[in-house]
């Protein structure tokens, strides 16, 4: 099976509309979209993004953002310009919608693939940055492989089955990196609605579970459109100028 691959769209509807066209272009054939969660928060169209992500055959996680919007986190463990956004967009989302994202999961097995919105071993709100931290997950672990997102930042992180040692590596843009098994992986796609790794553009990655390559893409979207809905809705200055920088 093929996937796409998608975390923290983050309500960015120009740079999800953006990152299914790029697939398109690149005649990159899926079956299915792997979608690990905040689906909204922070940007301006949840409704939009939720509509669209329904229209593909897909699985999609909870992430915080997510959950915060409907309640289940307190909004005091999030920055003030996160709860802005979060309390906004409780107001936007639909009956049908607020629903949905009242469905999703915390994390789900895919075959031999853990899904997750943060981790592992927490599934909603811990951040895998350092090898370090993903090495106390790979063993929470069910079988070799685990997909996550909640950083924005595109990373592989592999363990050695026989040596225990985990490091980390940023892969490259449209190269399939094999999946060798004699490894266990943590896979970050990176984010499509607020990348945080200083490139602006949307991130994804296709993953190939019969092959076992992933493969790292990126595509560029009208950051002003989002920018401008943004601005409309009153949302931060911070929260609108990160978007240029990628931060």
């Known amino acids: 099976m093929r996937c796409l691959v998608l975390s923290d769209i983050h309500a960015n509807l120009a740079a999800l509309e953006a990152v299914l066209k790029d697939a398109k272009r690149r005649r990159l054939s899926y079956d299915m979209v792997w979608c690990l969660g905040d689906v909204v928060g922070y940007g301006p169209d949840p409704n939009a993004c939720i509509e669209l992500l329904r229209t593909v055959p897909h699985v999609c996680l909870a992430g915080n953002h997510d959950w915060a919007v409907l309640g289940k986190l307190e909004l005091t463990a999030f920055h003030e310009n996160a709860m802005v956004v979060a309390l906004w967009t409780r107001e936007q989302l639909t009956a049908e ?49 685990a997909l996550v997102g909640h950083t924005h ?5 592999a363990q050695d089955r026989a040596s225990g040692d985990v490091r980390a590596s940023v892969p490259p843009l449209g190269i399939p990196i ?44 009208p950051v002003h459109l989002t920018q401008a809905k943004m601005r409309a809705a009153g949302f931060p200055d911070t929260l609108i100028d990160r978007l240029s920088y990628g931060r």
Do not use: M
């Open 178 to 221: 094999a999946l060798d098994s004699g490894f266990r992986y943590i896979l970050n796609p990176g984010g499509v609605g607020q990348p945080r790794d200083g490139d602006p553009r949307a991130a994804y990655a296709l993953l190939d579970t019969e092959k076992h390559t992933w493969t790292q893409y990126r595509a560029e979207y």
């Open 97 to 145: 919608n607020l629903n949905y994202l009242r469905a999703r999961s915390a994390r789900e097995l895919q075959e031999r693939y853990l899904l997750a919105h943060a981790s592992p071993r927490e599934p909603i709100w811990e951040y895998i940055l350092d090898t370090s931290v993903a090495a106390e997950n790979f063993e929470h672990l069910p079988d070799g492989y």
């Open 153 to 157: 930042v595109p990373v592989i992180f």
